[in-house]
């Protein structure tokens, strides 16, 4: 806690009776002094996503760039050259999307952290308001470290508001073993966020995650477990029960136009769409779809889809729709 000193003069001291200036404040901001409330729960929540989204192109941008040396995706423009070095997993040392991502996924970490122990330790609000809430951080923390250790593998595991938050600049700070983070933290929050979760959305646009999101998450996270490098083969029907419940039981199903979950129009549709960050209409690199258009679409082909998988793809309407 800091402790502020006001500096007096001497004329002042010889004047007045002199004081320790070391004194305890009589208060001070803990979680045990603020006084929680509903509104000042979801400010907290949303801070989660502006975390998230601080610096990052809307997220989307940086992530994606990372990802087109894994998936299908690939550089629509050879000439950009930051997603061309993605591309061939020939990423300079001190590239931005790396740091930024690093640095805004332990922001969220550290936000999650944060909410989590103010409502634990708060008791002036109602569980059944304070749950909901408690489970959003606890995906989020989740997710965080998901995408953590599956970029950067071993990592520092910090699950509270109190560890020195300068990630960056402190050597000292130890890194946990992928298996540890996953059996730790991301297993054990994301069953947290299925039990506390509602099934809809706390937001309009569906951006507040549901229990469906959590469950969507473990199934993924189980299927990456039985993977490299854990290798649990256990872990694959674990996986394909979660992917059941989400499929059989939730109000989710496929669109029936693949091309359409790529619309404006369509951005805010909670259909196919489990659990999206929307991007801004205004902020210009965060336009949703934009970066995933190619230029005969009047977009900016920044990633586009591989042209061999998508051939590769079994026939079905969804692929016939964007023929």
Request: proline fraction near 5%.
């Amino acid at each position: 806690m800091k402790k502020y000193i006001i500096l007096l003069t001497l004329s002042f001291c010889a004047a007045t009776s002199c004081v320790d200036l070391l004194q305890k404040p009589q208060s001070s901001i803990t979680p045990e002094t603020i006084e929680l409330n509903e509104q000042l729960l979801e400010s907290m929540a949303n801070g989660l996503y502006k975390s998230w989204w601080g610096e990052n192109y809307g997220f989307n941008c940086r992530f994606a760039s990372l990802s087109l040396a894994g998936d299908d995706m690939m550089t629509g423009d050879a000439s950009k050259t930051r997603n061309t070095l993605d591309d061939q997993m020939r990423v300079p040392v001190d590239n931005a999307d790396v740091r930024v991502l690093w640095q805004e996924f332990y922001k969220t970490i550290f936000t999650a952290n944060n909410l989590i122990e103010q409502i634990e330790e708060n008791t002036t609000v109602g569980q059944s308001i304070t749950d909901k809430y408690l489970g959003e951080a606890h995906f989020m923390r989740a997710l965080m470290y998901f995408y953590v250790v599956r970029l950067w593998g071993d990592a520092p595991a910090i699950t509270s508001s109190t560890a020195a938050s300068d990630i960056d600049s402190d050597p000292s700070i130890p890194r946990k073993s992928v298996s540890e983070i996953y059996n730790r933290i991301i297993i054990p929050d994301a069953l947290i966020a299925e039990e506390l979760l509602p099934s809809t959305s706390r937001d309009s646009y569906g951006q507040g995650p549901t229990k469906w999101a959590a469950k969507t998450l473990l199934a993924d996270v189980y299927l990456n477990m039985a993977g490299w490098p854990l290798h649990d083969a256990s872990k694959y029907a674990e996986a394909a029960e979660k992917a059941r419940e989400v499929v059989e039981d939730s109000p989710h199903s496929l669109m029936p136009k693949y091309k359409d979950l790529w619309l404006k129009s369509t951005a805010g549709d909670r259909t196919e769409h489990i659990f999206a960050l929307r991007h801004s209409l205004t902020y210009l690199p965060s336009q949703y779809a934009i970066s995933y258009l190619g230029v005969e679409e009047n977009g900016w082909s920044d990633y586009v889809a591989d042209p061999v998988f998508f051939k590769s793809f079994p026939d079905d309407t969804r692929k016939a729709s964007v023929m």
